[in-house]
């Protein structure tokens, strides 16, 4: 079962942030917050990640809560391009075995409007 | 560039035959999976491998099998057993090591059975 949270759906328009929420109330101390997205009918395309501290990189910004429950996929400027299915994961940081494996659920139907 | 290829990136098959997907990576991964993929779900582990000779089974292998002779190469046969097959199929790799587990996907490979 997936160990986090996230909304079926959610509009934005072009041009704006999109802020997408992750609850993940039972991560443990040594989960990373992992955000992948999926363009309609492709594989999935790893955005960013985190384990405590903010994070930005040239996709977007990860920002995580201080107790780590939950967690904030911003892209600072959506673009049509950016339509597509977002999910947040939490994994474990020591990948032996099975646990390599990140746990996929239905994540968030991001819908960028002209 | 280095990545993962799928090939074929569709596929029909009769019931009753065995097809095989093609995953093969350049990225010196140790680690490889295949996922299945069904319309408005998430994904879920069929088998993984993590290193030359080696795989396990994930939550769904019944019906599939799998080889991994090369470090670059991991393919996934569908059997005739596997009642359910048309669904997208995705490859996967990542690195080894301590740390963040990134993956990365291939583009997909959509099987239909007619």
């Known amino acids: 079962d997936a160990k986090t949270t996230q909304p079926p759906s959610m509009d934005c328009a072009e041009g704006r942030a999109a802020n997408l929420p992750c609850n993940h109330s039972t991560i443990s101390g040594n989960e990373y917050v992992y955000w992948y997205r999926q363009i309609h009918s492709q594989g999935p395309q790893y955005i960013i990640h985190?384990?405590?501290n903010n994070e930005t990189n040239e996709m977007a910004s990860l920002i995580i809560t201080e107790d780590r429950k939950s967690s904030t996929l911003i892209l600072p400027h959506a673009t049509l391009r950016d339509t597509a299915v977002y999910y947040c994961?939490?994994?474990?940081?020591?990948?032996?075995?099975?646990?390599?494996?990140?746990?996929f659920g239905k994540g968030t139907k991001l819908s960028v409007k002209p | 560039d280095g990545g993962i290829t799928q090939s074929p990136k569709y596929l029909f098959r009769k019931e009753g035959q065995n097809v095989t997907l093609s995953c093969e990576q350049n990225l010196n991964h140790d680690a490889m999976y295949w996922y299945r993929q069904d319309p408005g779900q998430g994904l879920r582990l069929i088998y993984y491998?993590?290193?030359?000779?080696?795989?396990q089974k994930g939550d769904i292998a019944e019906g599939y099998s799998v080889s991994r002779e090369k470090k670059e190469s991991f393919p996934l046969t569908v059997t005739s057993a596997q009642k359910n097959p048309t669904a997208f199929y995705l490859c996967?790799?990542?690195?080894?090591?301590?740390?963040?587990?990134?993956?990365?996907f291939g583009a997909g490979s959509r099987l239909t059975v007619l």
């Open positions: 996967a790799s990542r690195r080894s090591g301590t740390g963040a587990n990134v993956l990365t």
């Open positions: 994961i939490v994994g474990n940081m020591n990948y032996g075995g099975s646990q390599g494996n990140l746990i």
């Open positions: 985190g384990l405590k």
């Open positions: 491998s993590q290193i030359v000779n080696d795989f």
